[in-house]
C-alpha cells in the first residue's frame, strides 16, 4: 500500500510564531548590532562581549555582557533556550 506523504504549509508569520512563548535563543552581538535590535541601548565599548537573549520571534528579551545572564533571565520566564553560532 502506498502512503501520500502529509503536506502542510505555513505562512512566514506562522513559522515565526513557532515556540513563541516557550522558545528563546541566545547569540553573540557586536556592538555594531545593539542600536537595531535594542535602540534604548547607550552606547557601549566596542572592546565588550555582548549576548542577547531574544524570543522565538526574533523579539528581543535582554542584552548583557555576562552570558549566564541571559540563561537566568529565560529561566525566570519559563523558556527553553538554544544557542546560535
Known amino acids: 500500500m502506498l502512503m ?3 503536506t ?3 505562512t512566514k508569520s506562522e513559522l515565526a510564531h513557532i ?3 516557550e522558545v528563546a535563543y541566545i547569540r553573540k552581538m557586536r556592538t555594531d548590532e545593539v ?3 535594542f535602540p534604548e541601548a547607550p552606547d557601549i565599548d566596542p572592546n ?3 549576548w542577547a537573549l531574544f524570543g522565538a520571534d526574533g ?3 535582554l ?3 555576562n552570558r549566564s ?8 520566564d519559563e523558556l527553553k533556550t538554544v544557542s546560535l553560532h
Open 35 to 37: 542600536a537595531k535590535c
Open 59 to 61: 523579539t528581543p528579551i
Open 48 to 50: 565588550v562581549d555582548l
Open 69 to 76: 545572564s541571559t540563561f537566568f533571565k529565560a529561566a525566570e
Open 8 to 10: 502542510s504549509h505555513l
Open 63 to 65: 542584552l548583557t555582557d
Open 19 to 21: 515556540g513563541n512563548g
Open 4 to 6: 501520500k506523504e502529509a
